[in-house]
T-cell receptor
Framework: AQSVTQLDSQVPVFEEAPVELRCNYSSSVSVYLFWYVQYPNQGLQLLLK??????LVKGINGFEAEFNKSQTSFHLRKPSVHISDTAEYFCAAFATGGTSYGKLTFGQGTILTVHP | DAGVTQSPTHLIKTRGQHVTLRCSPI?????VSWYQQVLGQGPQFIFQYYEKEERGRGNFPDRFSARQFPNYSSELNVNALLLGDSALYLC??????????FGPGTRLLVL
């Protein structure tokens, strides 16, 4: 079984400030990790993914995330946010084996609100 | 390239009715997955199909069923609708299963 926990349900931040959205995961098998963004009344857009290799991955719109196996974390960061980054962000884990293979498990989401 | 498409975009049904949701994957993708997203929560996995075979099933009752066609499009069927089935239903396509690209969703309201 696997689970994903997003540690903050809401994160308010001012424009041009840095932001970190926190994600921890738990799994009995190896996982691939993803961050998605969801704008109001829309589907999910893939921001970035970690499958293997370098633990620092870069995505679209200036976002990056770091995979930390020892802390089972995959935190999302952006050095300077824009108003347009206001959205809900989801961390997700894909089990690479076991009975959960094929299933993306999502966290509960973090609502990022960027204030002018 | 066209992304994942879903139809209809919105749907209103009454309790006890049946609904069929449709999804067309990205060209070249052979895997389709379905998720239910209730307001205020993360998406929950319902099914994954790959090459027309069911590869995974989430913790949903038998009222939920799906299939994948030879052109890799997919249908999600829900029988005997309950109020609690009201949600955004998301379809995702992928080439091999792990990196999933989502469609805009179908918003279902059950009255």
């Amino acid at each position: 079984a696997q689970s994903v926990t997003q540690l903050d349900s809401q994160v308010p931040v001012f424009e041009e400030a840095p932001v970190e959205l926190r994600c921890n995961y738990s799994s009995s098998v190896s996982v691939y990790l993803f961050w998605y963004v969801q704008y109001p009344n829309q589907g999910l857009q893939l921001l970035l993914k970690y499958l293997s290799g370098s633990t620092l991955v870069k995505g679209i719109n200036g976002f990056e995330a770091e995979f930390n196996k020892s802390q089972t974390s995959f935190h999302l960061r952006k050095p300077s946010v824009h108003i347009s980054d206001t959205a809900e962000y989801f961390c997700a884990a894909f089990a690479t084996g076991g009975t959960s293979y094929g299933k993306l498990t999502f966290g509960q989401g973090t609502i990022l609100t960027v204030h002018p | 390239d066209a992304g994942v498409t879903q139809s209809p975009t919105h749907l209103i049904k009454t309790r006890g009715q049946h609904v069929t949701l449709r999804c067309s994957p990205i060209s070249g993708h052979k895997s389709v997955s379905w998720y239910q997203q209730v307001l205020g929560q993360g998406p929950q996995f319902i099914f994954q199909y790959y090459e027309k075979e069911e590869r995974g099933r989430g913790n949903f009752p038998d009222r939920f069923s799906a299939r994948q066609f030879p052109n890799y499009s997919s249908e999600l069927n829900v029988n005997a609708l309950l109020l609690g089935d009201s949600a955004l239903y998301l379809c995702a396509s992928s080439a091999r299963g792990e990196t999933q690209y989502f469609g805009p969703g179908t918003r279902l309201l059950v009255l």
